[in-house]
Protein backbone atom coordinates (compact mmCIF):
# COMPACT_ATOMS: atom_id res chain seq x y z
CA UNK A 1 0.00 0.00 0.00
CA UNK A 2 1.27 3.70 -1.23
CA UNK A 3 0.93 6.05 1.36
CA UNK A 4 -1.79 8.27 1.27
CA UNK A 5 -3.68 11.27 2.69
CA UNK A 6 -7.68 10.52 3.98
CA UNK A 7 -9.00 14.16 5.12
CA UNK A 8 -12.58 11.85 5.78
CA UNK A 9 -11.16 11.04 9.09
CA UNK A 10 -11.27 14.43 10.28
CA UNK A 11 -14.80 15.29 9.39
CA UNK A 12 -15.87 12.34 11.36
CA UNK A 13 -13.89 13.86 14.64
CA UNK A 14 -15.44 16.25 16.78
CA UNK A 15 -14.10 19.59 17.56
CA UNK A 16 -13.49 18.59 21.92
CA UNK A 17 -11.47 15.98 20.38
CA UNK A 18 -9.26 18.19 19.08
CA UNK A 19 -9.30 20.60 22.28
CA UNK A 20 -8.59 17.15 24.48
CA UNK A 21 -5.31 16.72 22.57
CA UNK A 22 -4.32 20.23 22.94
CA UNK A 23 -4.98 20.35 26.27
CA UNK A 24 -3.28 17.08 27.26
CA UNK A 25 0.02 17.87 24.99
CA UNK A 26 0.39 21.57 26.66
CA UNK A 27 -0.53 20.33 30.48
CA UNK A 28 2.66 17.28 29.73
CA UNK A 29 5.19 20.06 28.39
CA UNK A 30 4.26 22.88 31.25
CA UNK A 31 4.21 19.69 33.84
CA UNK A 32 7.71 18.84 32.45
CA UNK A 33 8.97 22.49 32.45
CA UNK A 34 7.64 22.79 36.03
CA UNK A 35 9.55 19.23 37.24
CA UNK A 36 12.72 20.06 35.75
CA UNK A 37 12.76 23.53 37.67
CA UNK A 38 12.08 21.55 40.63
CA UNK A 39 13.79 18.82 39.90
CA UNK A 40 16.40 19.47 37.48
CA UNK A 41 16.71 18.90 33.80
CA UNK A 42 18.26 15.30 34.22
CA UNK A 43 14.68 14.41 36.07
CA UNK A 44 12.37 16.47 34.05
CA UNK A 45 14.56 15.09 30.84
CA UNK A 46 12.67 11.74 31.55
CA UNK A 47 9.38 13.23 30.85
CA UNK A 48 10.29 14.39 27.17
CA UNK A 49 9.55 10.89 26.24
CA UNK A 50 6.35 10.77 27.77
CA UNK A 51 3.22 9.13 25.81
CA UNK A 52 1.30 12.03 25.20
CA UNK A 53 -0.42 11.37 21.59
CA UNK A 54 -0.73 7.57 21.90
CA UNK A 55 -3.49 6.94 24.88
CA UNK A 56 -5.64 10.13 23.17
CA UNK A 57 -5.38 8.86 19.34
CA UNK A 58 -5.94 5.01 20.35
CA UNK A 59 -8.82 5.30 21.82
CA UNK A 60 -10.61 7.66 18.98
CA UNK A 61 -9.27 5.21 16.47
CA UNK A 62 -11.54 2.73 18.72
CA UNK A 63 -14.49 5.01 18.85
CA UNK A 64 -14.33 5.76 14.95
CA UNK A 65 -14.06 1.57 13.98
CA UNK A 66 -16.67 0.94 16.33
CA UNK A 67 -19.17 3.95 15.05
CA UNK A 68 -18.89 2.50 11.67
CA UNK A 69 -19.43 -0.68 12.07
CA UNK A 70 -22.75 0.19 14.21
CA UNK A 71 -24.34 1.95 11.78
CA UNK A 72 -23.81 -1.00 9.29
CA UNK A 73 -25.54 -3.08 12.64
CA UNK A 74 -22.06 -4.67 13.05
CA UNK A 75 -20.67 -4.72 16.40
CA UNK A 76 -17.44 -3.21 15.59
CA UNK A 77 -15.49 -3.24 19.15
CA UNK A 78 -13.03 -6.36 18.11
CA UNK A 79 -12.38 -4.23 15.10
CA UNK A 80 -12.13 -1.13 16.59
CA UNK A 81 -9.43 -3.05 19.21
CA UNK A 82 -7.28 -4.38 16.26
CA UNK A 83 -7.30 -0.86 14.46
CA UNK A 84 -5.81 0.47 17.49
CA UNK A 85 -3.45 -2.10 18.06
CA UNK A 86 -2.36 -1.36 14.66
CA UNK A 87 -1.63 2.08 15.72
CA UNK A 88 0.48 0.89 18.41
CA UNK A 89 2.66 -1.24 16.00
CA UNK A 90 3.32 2.20 14.57
CA UNK A 91 4.29 3.58 17.62
CA UNK A 92 6.51 1.19 18.53
CA UNK A 93 8.55 2.38 15.47
CA UNK A 94 7.92 5.85 16.64
CA UNK A 95 9.41 5.29 19.75
CA UNK A 96 12.79 3.76 18.05
CA UNK A 97 12.89 6.68 16.27
CA UNK A 98 11.95 9.00 19.05
CA UNK A 99 14.97 7.02 20.96
CA UNK A 100 17.31 8.09 18.17
CA UNK A 101 15.89 11.66 18.57
CA UNK A 102 17.35 11.89 21.94
CA UNK A 103 20.97 10.35 20.90
CA UNK A 104 20.90 13.38 18.52
CA UNK A 105 19.90 15.95 20.64
CA UNK A 106 21.95 14.90 23.23
CA UNK A 107 25.09 15.27 21.05
CA UNK A 108 24.00 18.28 18.68
CA UNK A 109 22.67 20.89 21.25
CA UNK A 110 25.85 22.12 22.60
CA UNK A 111 27.72 21.70 19.30
CA UNK A 112 25.41 23.05 16.89
CA UNK A 113 22.86 26.37 16.42
CA UNK A 114 19.16 25.22 18.73
CA UNK A 115 16.86 25.55 15.16
CA UNK A 116 19.88 23.28 13.05
CA UNK A 117 20.15 20.17 16.41
CA UNK A 118 16.81 20.19 17.17
CA UNK A 119 15.25 19.72 13.52
CA UNK A 120 18.11 17.39 12.25
CA UNK A 121 17.18 15.21 15.15
CA UNK A 122 13.10 15.67 14.17
CA UNK A 123 14.13 14.87 10.65
CA UNK A 124 16.61 11.62 11.91
CA UNK A 125 13.15 10.57 13.81
CA UNK A 126 11.37 10.45 11.09
CA UNK A 127 14.00 8.84 8.69
CA UNK A 128 14.53 6.01 11.46
CA UNK A 129 10.75 5.35 11.82
CA UNK A 130 10.01 5.58 8.73
CA UNK A 131 12.65 2.97 7.44
CA UNK A 132 11.39 0.92 10.19
CA UNK A 133 8.08 1.06 8.49
CA UNK A 134 9.23 0.19 5.20
CA UNK A 135 11.93 -2.83 6.44
CA UNK A 136 8.63 -4.04 8.39
CA UNK A 137 6.31 -4.13 5.29
CA UNK A 138 8.88 -5.62 3.09
CA UNK A 139 10.61 -7.93 5.12
CA UNK A 140 8.86 -8.39 8.46
CA UNK A 141 5.18 -10.23 9.36
CA UNK B 1 39.66 23.51 21.79
CA UNK B 2 36.30 22.49 21.24
CA UNK B 3 36.88 19.70 23.31
CA UNK B 4 37.66 22.00 25.62
CA UNK B 5 34.97 24.56 25.20
CA UNK B 6 32.35 21.28 25.61
CA UNK B 7 33.66 20.22 28.70
CA UNK B 8 33.27 24.39 30.10
CA UNK B 9 29.47 23.96 28.91
CA UNK B 10 29.37 20.62 30.76
CA UNK B 11 30.81 21.44 33.71
CA UNK B 12 27.96 24.98 33.89
CA UNK B 13 24.92 21.92 32.57
CA UNK B 14 25.92 19.96 35.71
CA UNK B 15 26.45 22.41 38.24
CA UNK B 16 22.70 23.85 37.31
CA UNK B 17 21.51 20.56 36.80
CA UNK B 18 22.87 20.22 40.65
CA UNK B 19 21.03 23.09 41.82
CA UNK B 20 17.75 22.27 42.76
CA UNK B 21 16.21 25.00 40.73
CA UNK B 22 16.94 26.50 37.38
CA UNK B 23 17.23 30.48 37.94
CA UNK B 24 17.01 32.54 34.78
CA UNK B 25 19.48 34.71 36.53
CA UNK B 26 21.77 31.66 36.89
CA UNK B 27 22.06 31.42 33.12
CA UNK B 28 24.67 34.07 31.50
CA UNK B 29 24.90 35.22 28.04
CA UNK B 30 21.77 35.56 25.65
CA UNK B 31 19.24 33.79 27.44
CA UNK B 32 15.26 34.59 27.41
CA UNK B 33 14.14 36.16 30.14
CA UNK B 34 10.20 36.27 30.77
CA UNK B 35 7.90 36.25 34.18
CA UNK B 36 7.17 32.87 34.95
CA UNK B 37 4.11 32.66 34.00
CA UNK B 38 4.36 33.28 30.99
CA UNK B 39 7.22 30.73 30.60
CA UNK B 40 4.29 28.35 31.66
CA UNK B 41 1.55 29.83 29.12
CA UNK B 42 4.52 29.29 25.86
CA UNK B 43 5.03 25.83 27.41
CA UNK B 44 1.22 25.33 27.24
CA UNK B 45 1.00 27.10 23.85
CA UNK B 46 3.69 24.94 22.16
CA UNK B 47 3.64 22.16 24.08
CA UNK B 48 -0.44 21.32 22.63
CA UNK B 49 0.30 22.85 19.78
CA UNK B 50 2.72 20.42 18.70
CA UNK B 51 1.27 17.45 19.67
CA UNK B 52 -1.63 18.68 17.81
CA UNK B 53 -0.04 19.14 14.67
CA UNK B 54 1.48 15.41 15.04
CA UNK B 55 -1.82 13.69 16.46
CA UNK B 56 -3.22 15.42 12.63
CA UNK B 57 -0.77 14.17 10.44
CA UNK B 58 -1.34 10.60 12.50
CA UNK B 59 -5.17 11.00 11.86
CA UNK B 60 -4.96 11.38 8.17
CA UNK B 61 -1.93 9.96 7.19
CA UNK B 62 -2.81 5.67 5.62
CA UNK B 63 -2.07 2.95 6.41
CA UNK B 64 -2.80 2.96 9.82
CA UNK B 65 0.61 1.70 10.52
CA UNK B 66 2.38 3.96 9.23
CA UNK B 67 0.50 6.67 11.06
CA UNK B 68 0.92 5.03 13.86
CA UNK B 69 4.30 6.28 14.10
CA UNK B 70 3.35 9.78 14.90
CA UNK B 71 1.92 8.32 18.01
CA UNK B 72 5.79 7.91 18.66
CA UNK B 73 6.46 11.57 18.09
CA UNK B 74 8.60 13.62 19.61
CA UNK B 75 6.49 16.27 20.09
CA UNK B 76 6.75 17.64 23.64
CA UNK B 77 10.70 16.93 23.27
CA UNK B 78 10.72 19.68 20.60
CA UNK B 79 8.48 21.81 22.33
CA UNK B 80 10.35 21.36 25.51
CA UNK B 81 14.00 21.33 24.38
CA UNK B 82 13.25 24.38 22.04
CA UNK B 83 11.76 26.39 24.80
CA UNK B 84 15.09 25.39 27.49
CA UNK B 85 17.78 25.92 24.81
CA UNK B 86 16.11 29.36 24.85
CA UNK B 87 16.04 29.78 28.15
CA UNK B 88 18.60 27.99 29.66
CA UNK B 89 21.35 26.91 27.32
CA UNK B 90 21.56 24.27 25.06
CA UNK B 91 23.97 22.56 27.95
CA UNK B 92 20.87 22.11 29.76
CA UNK B 93 18.71 21.28 27.09
CA UNK B 94 21.58 18.25 26.27
CA UNK B 95 21.33 16.59 29.32
CA UNK B 96 17.51 16.27 29.36
CA UNK B 97 17.60 15.10 25.96
CA UNK B 98 19.99 12.72 27.22
CA UNK B 99 17.68 11.22 30.40
CA UNK B 100 14.97 10.84 27.46
CA UNK B 101 16.97 8.34 25.71
CA UNK B 102 16.22 5.73 28.47
CA UNK B 103 12.81 7.07 29.00
CA UNK B 104 12.10 6.48 25.47
CA UNK B 105 13.05 2.69 26.13
CA UNK B 106 10.34 2.82 28.06
CA UNK B 107 7.90 4.48 25.73
CA UNK B 108 8.91 1.54 23.46
CA UNK B 109 7.62 -1.26 26.16
CA UNK B 110 4.80 0.67 26.34
CA UNK B 111 3.48 0.84 22.88
CA UNK B 112 4.64 -2.85 22.42
CA UNK B 113 2.60 -4.27 25.49
CA UNK B 114 -0.26 -1.85 24.38
CA UNK B 115 -0.10 -3.55 20.88
CA UNK B 116 -0.02 -7.11 22.04
CA UNK B 117 -3.03 -6.67 24.45
CA UNK B 118 -5.08 -4.40 21.85
CA UNK B 119 -4.54 -6.88 19.21
CA UNK B 120 -6.16 -10.03 21.42
CA UNK B 121 -9.23 -7.14 20.88
CA UNK B 122 -10.05 -8.20 25.01
CA UNK B 123 -8.98 -5.09 26.51
CA UNK B 124 -10.06 -1.21 25.69
CA UNK B 125 -8.09 1.12 24.23
CA UNK B 126 -8.49 3.49 27.29
CA UNK B 127 -7.68 0.69 29.72
CA UNK B 128 -4.64 -0.49 28.21
CA UNK B 129 -3.17 3.12 26.94
CA UNK B 130 -3.44 4.62 30.80
CA UNK B 131 -2.79 0.97 32.53
CA UNK B 132 0.53 0.73 30.63
CA UNK B 133 1.30 3.86 31.68
CA UNK B 134 2.65 2.21 35.17
CA UNK B 135 5.09 0.56 32.59
CA UNK B 136 6.55 3.49 31.41
CA UNK B 137 7.05 5.20 34.80
CA UNK B 138 8.65 2.43 36.17
CA UNK B 139 10.99 2.25 33.57
CA UNK B 140 11.83 6.57 33.27
CA UNK B 141 12.05 5.72 37.22
CA UNK B 142 14.65 3.16 36.60
CA UNK B 143 16.37 5.20 34.44
CA UNK B 144 16.31 8.42 36.66
CA UNK B 145 17.77 6.49 39.77
CA UNK B 146 20.15 5.16 37.69
CA UNK B 147 21.40 8.86 35.93
CA UNK B 148 21.26 10.34 39.21
CA UNK B 149 23.67 7.27 40.62
CA UNK B 150 26.23 7.25 38.29
CA UNK B 151 25.68 9.43 35.75
CA UNK B 152 26.78 12.32 38.33
CA UNK B 153 23.96 15.03 38.34
Redesign the interface.
Known sequence: ?I?????S??KE?HWWQ?AV??????????C???I????????????????????????L??RHETEKKSKAGIDG??R????????????????????C???A???A???YS?AL??VG??LL?QIV??SL?WG??HWGR | MASEVLGKRYAVAVKLARSPALEPAACSGKRLWYPPGMDLLWRFLLGGAMVSLFALIGDVLRPKRLAGIFGGAPSVALATLALTAAKSGPAVASLEARSMILSSLGFVLYVYVAERLLATARWSPLVVSLGGLTIWGLVAATAGVLLMRFAGT
Open positions: MPSLDFSLAFRFFLGGAVTVTGLAQRFGPVVGGLFLAFPAIFPATATIERAGRKAAALDAAGAVLGGWGMLFGCAWLLPRMALAAWSAWRR
